[in-house]
Every structure is written in structure tokens, then in C-alpha cells.
């Protein structure tokens, strides 16, 4: 497993992909963190967390893109269903992979804090539970664009596939509004990334919400686990 984990690493790298996806976030991040909070005199980062929520739906379907979609393009799938290693440890290693790189991205766009620190007195509680919901965030968009890769060898519609996914999850949380009657509303509250996200903004760490994020990355993870185990007996 750690063979494949290297190997994805190491292709971020080799590859644009890797560099672009960094310098996208970090250049998005920058300008988002400047306009909510440097411009504004404020410490207050609820806007900044929720605008780098959609930030996240653009930015991470470029690093998942190529995860399954680029083996199938260059023919070397085969030599992943064929390695000594379980197709469980396979996906989970390539998760990682692409986990590690948003994760020390995630790292360097939280170095602008600093700042509110020099300046102001931020509460640090608030701003580590919203650090550690972007990273939940993440995680769970991670898996679901790894779902969309492995059903494609074109990466551009991975990318556009996993976007309109995530588009929906995100859309979930704002139909609530004009949806008047509650079960329906409740059902997709259960759903909605957004709804369970705010909590975080907000000052709140939710474990309700973490335990939610975790399933949708086993559950994204697990189908994608079946893709494969049906592909390799085929």
C-alpha cells in the first residue's frame, strides 16, 4: 500500500497537476482571506470558512480527477488490478495520496491566521474547529471525486462529474428554504454539506457532523472499492 501511496504522491509532482492545484488554493485563499478579514478590520472568519467551502468544490476536482481516470487512459489499470495488494488497500492508498497533498495545502493557506493573531485577538478555539471542518470537508469531497474518477478514463469529466456532485450535496441546504413541509426538509437537511458546515462557522464543533463526514468518505470509498472488485473478476 505504501508503494501505491509514494507512487500518487510522487505523480502530483512529476505532473502540473499537483503545482497547479496548490497554487490555485493558495492564490484563492489569499484573496478570499484578504477581502473577509484584512480589508474589512475583522477578526471574524465565518465568511472566509464559507466561501472556501465552494472554494474547495472548484479546487478539488482537479486534484481527483486523474486519480483512476489517468490508469485507464494510459492502459496501466491492469497493473493495479493485478498487484499483490487488495483493492481496499489500493483505494485507500491513492485516497491518502491526494488527502496528504490538500492536507499540507490546507497547512499553508493556514499560515495567513498569523495575521489575525498580530493584529487581533481571534478566538483560536473558533478558528482550529473551522480549520479541522475544512479538512472533513475535504476528505469527503476527496472521496466522492475519486468515485467519479474511477467511472471514466477522461479526466475532464471527472472533474465536471465530481463539481455536479458536489454542486447537488451543496444545493441540498439552500432548497430548505422554499421547501414547506418539514420531513422533506428534514431528509434534506440529513444530507446537505452546508447545513452541517455552518455549525462549524459558527463557533460550534458538531461530532454529529464529523461522524457524517467520515461516513460519506467510507461510504464514497467503499462503492468505489466495488467498481474495481467487479472490474478486476470481469
Do not use: H
Not at 476527496?142 to 451543496?170: H, K, P
Request: proline share 2%; net charge positive.
Amino acid at each position: 500500500m505504501f508503494a501505491v501511496y509514494k507512487r500518487e504522491v510522487r505523480s502530483y509532482f512529476v505532473s502540473a497537476v499537483g503545482y497547479v492545484f496548490l497554487a490555485v488554493l493558495l492564490l484563492l485563499s489569499a484573496a478570499v482571506f484578504s477581502v473577509t478579514t484584512l480589508l474589512r478590520q475583522s477578526c471574524d472568519i465565518t465568511d472566509y470558512f464559507t466561501i472556501m467551502l465552494f472554494v474547495l468544490m472548484v479546487a478539488l476536482p482537479v486534484l481527483t480527477m486523474k486519480l483512476f481516470a489517468e490508469e485507464r487512459k494510459l492502459k496501466t489499470e491492469q497493473l493495479l488490478l493485478t498487484a499483490p495488494i487488495s483493492i481496499g488497500s489500493m483505494v485507500f492508498a491513492k485516497f491518502l495520496a491526494a488527502f496528504t497533498v490538500f492536507f499540507f495545502a490546507n497547512l499553508l493557506c493556514s499560515l495567513s491566521y498569523i495575521t489575525l493573531f498580530v493584529y487581533a485577538k481571534p478566538q483560536f478555539g473558533v478558528i482550529l474547529g473551522n480549520i479541522i471542518a475544512l479538512t472533513l470537508v475535504g476528505a469527503a469531497f476527496i472521496s466522492v471525486g475519486m468515485f467519479v474518477s474511477a467511472l471514466t478514463e477522461n479526466q475532464l469529466a471527472a472533474a465536471i462529474g465530481t463539481f455536479a456532485i458536489l454542486l447537488a450535496f451543496l444545493a441540498l441546504g439552500f432548497l430548505n428554504a422554499f421547501i414547506p413541509f418539514y420531513p422533506a426538509r428534514f431528509v434534506l437537511n440529513w444530507f446537505s454539506l452546508l447545513s452541517r458546515y455552518t455549525n462549524f462557522t459558527n463557533g460550534f464543533f458538531d461530532f454529529a457532523a464529523l461522524i457524517y463526514y467520515i461516513s460519506v468518505c467510507f461510504v464514497f470509498l467503499f462503492i468505489t472499492c466495488r467498481v474495481y472488485e467487479r472490474r478486476r473478476y470481469s
